[in-house]
């Protein structure tokens, strides 16, 4: 059975960094029928697509966040993160990190709390 869990803090200040990692088991980050997402909800709005790092690395982002965004792997721990710049409080969110196929995500992580407040 795969499983997705997110980890990483769940308070960061304006203007620094959110990273997030995704730890993936029951599934290999390098195999080519899949492909790892992020997607966020801040409260009271719609999920919010992120990015995407396919099974050879290369990522891709959502042309609104493009510019804060980045997407790695560790290939060695089977992982995947996230990393956005510059955040505000309009940042804050719940952030899911997922398996996606057929360009759409079918297995999520429980999803992760991050505030940006100072």
């Known amino acids: 059975q795969v499983q997705l869990q997110e980890s990483g803090p769940g308070l960061v200040k304006p203007s620094q960094t959110l990273s997030l990692t995704c730890t993936v088991s029951?599934?290999?980050?390098?195999?080519?029928?899949?492909?790892w997402s992020w997607i966020r909800q801040p409260p009271g709005k719609d999920l919010e697509w992120m990015g995407i790092?396919?099974?050879?690395?290369?990522?891709y982002y959502s042309p609104s966040l493009k510019s804060r965004t980045s997407i790695s792997r560790d290939t060695t721990k089977n992982q995947f993160s996230l990393q956005l710049s510059s955040v505000t409080p309009e940042d804050t969110a719940v952030y899911y990190c997922?398996?996606?196929?057929?360009?759409?995500?079918?297995?999520w992580g429980q999803g992760t709390q991050v505030t940006v407040s100072s």
């Open positions: 997922a398996r996606q196929n057929y360009n759409a995500p079918h297995y």
């Open positions: 029951g599934s290999s980050i390098t195999n080519n029928e899949n492909a």
């Open positions: 790092i396919y099974a050879d690395g290369s990522p």
